[in-house]
């Protein structure tokens, strides 16, 4: 199979974790007779530092052609004072909304062999965690009119609205369901509807979309109480659903309370356009350079891409458990290191994946 992908690297650990993940993939097409066809663009401070801009047209260019798009991380204190509309994170939110990337699926797995790294207590954890927050990616209070700053009465005052049509909240949820039927068939849909009539639609129009999947169980909860269920027992979510914003906060607490937020993976897609693949966590520019990032996340955003865009699920498959072995086999990076185990760096991490698959 000919796979087009283009890689945006970005800012801080973006270039390490990209490389490896590169190394990972083409030892995997190699070895099943893939092609692959690889294009590259600058996104983020990178972008903002070579073009100008955060999202140089450019890049929107190379993106259009292609089957998926690898992002590593961007953003950093060096273009944190920057004028705030060209931030480098506009280049990650300019990408989502070019190419109608509306739905976020971000995974929540504990890997047993990193349950010490867990922050919660070993009763909670014994029982798993494995969840995925599908997360409305571009629309909500991200993207909503009007927004700005202004002075009123000698005031200055800054506002954004939170707004969703029905139809943008009927294909999130679409996406939700079916993504549930190939889990364990239960999505919890999160919102403020005690409070807010953009939930009390959202709420509605999941309640509509819901009676297509009689086989799937649908619950409701508040966000406050999503967030606190979350700590207290993650073992009772399978699919949860929600908006832009509250996705956005509820997938960090989800990854972090797994211990092993440099292992989570995601995927942003649409309906007909490419998708985007690209770890949870940020560029983490206090380590960046050094050697000391993990690679595990792109690396397993690579056998998403795999199983998600390709259809590859035997690829996606192999990439999966070589991870798996290697930490089996007891290393580990900085950032899940724990006592008796061995300490690699991204390289030597990505090396030994790269080993586990040949
Ligand atoms: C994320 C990030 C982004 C977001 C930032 C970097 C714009 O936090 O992908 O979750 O808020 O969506
Ligand atoms: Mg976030």
Redesign the pocket.
Known sequence: MLMKICVLAGDGIGTEIMEQAQKVLSVVADKYNHELELSYGAIGGHAIDTEGVPLPQKTVDSCRGVDAILLGA??GPKWDNIEKSIRP?RG??GIRKEFDLFANLRPAILYPELKNASLLRPDIVEKGIDLLVVRELTSGI?FGEPKGEEVRNGKRVAFNTMIYSEDEVRRVAKIAFDTARKRRSKVCSVDKANVLDVSQLWREVVLEVAKDYPDVELTHLYVDNAAMQLVRDPSQFDVIVTSNLFG?IL??EAAVITGSLGMLPSASMGLENPALYEPIH?SAPDIAGKDLANPLATILSVAMMLRHTFALNDEAQAIEDAVKRVLAKGFRTGDIMSPGMEQVGCTEMGGLVVRELS
């Open positions: 961007v953003g994170e990650l939110l991200y956005d997938s960090d940020g």
